[in-house]
C-alpha cells in the first residue's frame, strides 16, 4: 500500500532529493539517533548530517526519560548541526527551531493546529504529538556541534500504551484521519528547519514561534530546579526567547526556557 510502505535508505534519499542536507544514514534500528549522530559528530560528521532510524531502542527524551520508537510507527532523527558561530552561540534556541519546524510543517501540511509548549513539545489540541531534544557535543571543551533529535508520532503504535504518560500524547493520523508517509513528513520537516534556521537571529524567528506558543494567557505553573514554583499567565516571549509572565501580583516576570516545566495549572505536575 503506498502510505504505509516499509521506509528504508533508498525511500528516504530519494523523498529528500534536492534539500541541501548532509549525507543521511539510516538504520532500520538504532539505540538513539541522537547518540549515533553525536558520535559522527566526533568523527567529523559535516553540518546538516542526518540520522534517521525505523525504530529506536533506548531513545532518550528531555529530563532522563525516555523516548519510544516501535517500529514503523513513528519519525525518529537527528540532525547535525555545526555550521559556525551562529548555531553554536544558541544551542538552547535550537530546541525551539526543532519545534517550530515541526508545528510549521504540522500547520501547513495537515492543516492541524499545531502549538509549541516550551521548551520541546509539539502539542495538537493539547496533547504531545512530537519531541524535541537538542544535546551538544563536546570535544576537548570546545562546543563542537549540537544535534537536534526530532520524534514524531505518526500511528498509533507509537504511543506507548503500558506505561503512565507525564503528559497526554496523540499520533499524527489520529489527527488527520489519514495515514501519512513518513519520508514526505521528514521532507516538510526538513524544509521548513531549514527555512528557519536561515531566520534564527532574527525577530521574525521569535514572532512566529510566540505566535505558536501553547497555553497563551493561560494560567501555568513553572517548576524550576532549585528555585521557587512560579504561577502566572504566558503574556508571549521576551526579545531574547524568554518566557514573559505575568504573575498573580501584576508584576511581570522572564523565565528562560532550559531546564523549566510548564504545566497548566490544572493539570498533575511531572
Ligand atoms: C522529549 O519530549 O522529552 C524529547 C524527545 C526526543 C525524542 C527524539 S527521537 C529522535 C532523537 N533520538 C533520541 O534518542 N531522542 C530524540
Known sequence: MLYNRAVDASSLASALAGLALGPLR??????????VA???????????ALVAAGEQT????????????????????SLVLRGGSQDLHHPARLTHLGALAVCQALREHYRLP????????VLVEGKKLCGVLAEAVWQDQALLAVVIGIGVNVSAGS??????????????????GFPVER???????LESLLRWRAELDSPAFLQ???????????????????????????????????????????????????????????RTPD
Request: charged share 25%; net charge neutral.
Open 26 to 35: 539510516y538504520l532500520p534500528s538504532a539505540g538513539s539517533t541522537n547518540q
Open 38 to 48: 553525536m558520535d559522527w559528530a566526533l568523527e567529523g560528521a559535516p553540518d546538516l
Open 58 to 77: 533506548s531513545g532518550r527524551g528531555r529530563l532522563g526519560r525516555r523516548w519510544y520508537t516501535p517500529a514503523g510507527t513513528a519519525l525518529a532523527f
Open 114 to 121: 499545531a502549538q509549541v509548549k516550551g521548551p520541546n513539545d
Open 159 to 176: 504511543i506507548p500504551r503500558h506505561l503512565p504518560l507525564a503528559f497526554p500524547a496523540t499520533c499524527l493520523e489520529a489527527e488527520t
Open 183 to 189: 519520508p514526505k513528513l521528514l521532507r516538510q520537516i
Open 208 to 266: 512566529r514561534l510566540e505566535d505558536c506558543l501553547a497555553l497563551r494567557d493561560q494560567p501555568v505553573r513553572i517548576l524550576r530546579p532549585g528555585q521557587p514554583e512560579l504561577e502566572g499567565v504566558i503574556a508571549g516571549l521576551d526579545s531574547d526567547g524568554a518566557l514573559r509572565l505575568r504573575l498573580a501580583g501584576g508584576e511581570g516576570a522572564a523565565v528562560q526556557f532550559g531546564e523549566v516545566h510548564l504545566r497548566a495549572v490544572d
